[in-house]
C-alpha cells in the first residue's frame, strides 16, 4: 500500500486559500486518492476524490499531476470551521479490498 | 452520501470488563467493514478487517483474542473489548465499504470513546 508524506500541520487565515500537498511516490496504477477531514472525537469525513489531474466539487480542489506521485488539497477562502486535521490516503482499489492506511495528517489551523 | 452509526458513542467501563461496541450501515449493504483506534493526537490505526460472513483479518500488532470482531449481516459488524484494561482507553471508529465500479467507496462511523477505569 502507498504511503504518503503530508506537512504536519499549517497555519492560515480566514479568506485565504490552503494548498496542502501529499507525497505518494509509489502510488499503483489502479489506486486512487482520497482526501479526508477529522475534527476532534469525530469520524474522518470524506472531501473528495480523484484518479488523474483535476477534480473539484462544492467544498474543494484537487489537483494531480500527470506522473500521480503527489497530490495537492486547495481549499478555497477558508473559515474557522476548516480547523480540522486532513488526512491523504491512496487506495481504495477494488482488488485490494479498499484497506486504507492513514499517515499522520495535517494539521490545519484557520485564524482570524 | 451513506451513513454509518456506531453504539454506544461513548462508554466507560471497569478494568477487567467486555465492552462491546456496534457498526451499522444503514442506508446501504457494507461488502466489508474496517475498524481503526485513535489515541489522542495521532492518526487513525488500522485494526482489522472485517467481511461478512467470514473470519476478520487483524493488522500485524492486534490482539485477535483481544478485540473480537463479529460481521453477521451486511449491515452489522461488532468489535468486542474483551478483559479490558486502562491501555484499551482510546477512540473506535469503523469504516464500512462499498463496492462502486472498480473501487471501493468508503463511510466513516462517528467514532465510540472507550474509557477504561
Known amino acids: 500500500l502507498a504511503k504518503t508524506t503530508q506537512p504536519i500541520s499549517m497555519d492560515s487565515y480566514e479568506g485565504q486559500e490552503v494548498n496542502i500537498t501529499c507525497s505518494h511516490n509509489n502510488i499503483a496504477t489502479n489506486d486512487y486518492i482520497t482526501w479526508y477531514q477529522q475534527f476532534p472525537s469525530q469520524g474522518p469525513r470524506f472531501i473528495i476524490q480523484g484518479y488523474k489531474t483535476k477534480v473539484t466539487n462544492e467544498v474543494a480542489s484537487l489537483f494531480i499531476p500527470a506522473d500521480r506521485k503527489s497530490s495537492t488539497l486547495s481549499l478555497p477562502r477558508v473559515s474557522l470551521s476548516d480547523t480540522a486535521v486532513y488526512y491523504c490516503?491512496?487506495?481504495?482499489?477494488?482488488?485490494?479490498?479498499?484497506?486504507?492506511?492513514f499517515g499522520q495528517g495535517t494539521e490545519l489551523s484557520v485564524k482570524p | 452520501g451513506a451513513v454509518v452509526s456506531q453504539h454506544p458513542s461513548w462508554v466507560i467501563c471497569k478494568s477487567g470488563t467486555s465492552v462491546k461496541i456496534e457498526c451499522r450501515s444503514l442506508?446501504?449493504?457494507?461488502?466489508?467493514m474496517f475498524w481503526y483506534r485513535q489515541f489522542p493526537k495521532q492518526s487513525l490505526m488500522l485494526m482489522a478487517t472485517s467481511n461478512e460472513g467470514s473470519k476478520a483479518t487483524y493488522e500485524q500488532g492486534v490482539e485477535k483474542d483481544k478485540f473480537l470482531i463479529n460481521h453477521a449481516s451486511l449491515t452489522l459488524s461488532t468489535l468486542t473489548v474483551t478483559s479490558a484494561h486502562p491501555e484499551d482507553s482510546s477512540f473506535y471508529i469503523c469504516?464500512?465499504?462499498?463496492?462502486?465500479?472498480?473501487?471501493?467507496?468508503?463511510?466513516f462511523g462517528p467514532g465510540t470513546r472507550l474509557t477504561v477505569l
Open positions: 490516503l491512496v487506495g481504495l482499489n477494488y482488488n485490494q479490498g479498499g484497506k486504507l492506511i
Open positions: 469504516s464500512a465499504s462499498r463496492a462502486s465500479g472498480t473501487y471501493n467507496e468508503q463511510f
Open positions: 442506508d446501504f449493504q457494507a461488502t466489508t
